[in-house]
């Protein structure tokens, strides 16, 4: 067989990415990747439009999505692949998200507001390419427009997060119902990019722990998250939880600070990949 080229995460303008489903595959094409998982956020989407341009440039595609949970006080997010986009139960749960973050915006609008950066929920839409879908990075991206602050990656250190204005804490789904919905559609549940969150070593063994009781299966080591050092860490609590391992570049938008689609080294050796087991032909 060919060297695959596997990136099992990224995101259109479905969610908070740029390009349409289309473009997105095109890109991984272009990038010489050859099976891709789309994953947005909370939503599904964009995976029809993403299909019929797998099917005509030769890519196969995973049906993906990036589901947000809270786990205590920490926002983690899942994702999930290989999941049936219609299916009924995972369907309801993301609806119910995407409905929370529809009132979220609401809030962070208010705040920005108080702040003085007026308008920013029109504005924050304006940046949407499916209205259903609102997070904070519609809002960066208007705060940047207005040439309130120079970048995406300066505006989530001034605002919108812990402390600054903009930011409200809210209550994503639960992990096990996530889990749950991943698992009912006939998906794999992955822990996104742990190395982004803010947990000490007990902690982080506390998640693993609970996601592998939920029925979570695999966990990203090789991301555009993580830093290189970062790699071989995760493949070692991989194998300590048993998990498999994924690879994903977490593409946004062009330039816009994360890696590039299919740009990624590949899994430490001593990972046990999560495509392992699936059919390629
Ligand atoms: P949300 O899910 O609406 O809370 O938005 C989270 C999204 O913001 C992530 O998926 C990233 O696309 C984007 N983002 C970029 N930089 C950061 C950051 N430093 N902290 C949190 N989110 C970030
Ligand atoms: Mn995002
Ligand atoms: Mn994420
Ligand atoms: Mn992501």
Redesign the pocket.
């Known amino acids: 067989m060919l060297p695959q080229n596997i990136d099992l995460h990224c995101?259109s303008n479905v969610s908070?990415g740029m390009l349409p489903p289309a473009e997105v595959v095109a890109r991984a094409v272009a990038q010489g990747v050859t099976v891709l998982a789309l994953t947005d956020?909370d939503d599904v989407a964009g995976l029809s439009e993403a299909r019929v341009a797998a099917n005509e440039l030769g890519l196969r595609l995973i049906n993906g999505v990036e589901i947000?949970v809270s786990w205590g006080t920490h926002?983690v997010?899942i994702v999930g692949l290989n999941i049936d986009p219609e299916h009924p139960v995972l369907a309801a749960g993301l609806a119910t998200i995407r409905a929370g973050?529809s009132e979220r915006a609401i809030k962070m609008a208010e705040q920005l507001a108080k702040a003085g950066v007026p308008d920013s929920l029109s504005g924050a839409y304006q940046h949407t390419g499916n209205p259903n879908l609102i997070?904070?990075?519609h809002f960066?991206r208007y705060l940047v427009a207005q040439g309130l602050v120079k970048d995406?990656?300066t505006v989530?250190k001034k605002y919108l997060?812990k402390g600054k204005p903009g930011y409200v804490s809210h209550q994503w789904a639960d992990m096990a119902d996530a889990v749950n919905w991943i698992r009912a559609s006939g998906g794999q549940a992955v822990v996104a990019h742990p190395g982004r969150y803010q947990m000490g070593s007990a902690k982080m063994h506390e998640l693993l722990e609970a996601f592998k009781a939920a029925g979570g299966e695999g966990i990203e080591v090789v991301t555009g998250s993580h830093t290189p050092e970062q790699y071989p860490h995760f493949a070692n609590l991989a194998q300590k939880f048993g998990l498999l391992s994924s690879r994903g570049s977490d593409f946004?938008a062009p330039g816009e600070g994360y890696r590039d689609i299919g740009r990624l080294p590949p899994l430490p050796e001593i990972c046990t990949p999560i495509w392992r087991d699936w059919n390629y032909q």
């Open positions: 995101h908070d956020h947000s926002t997010h973050r997070g904070r990075m960066a995406v990656r989530f997060v946004h």
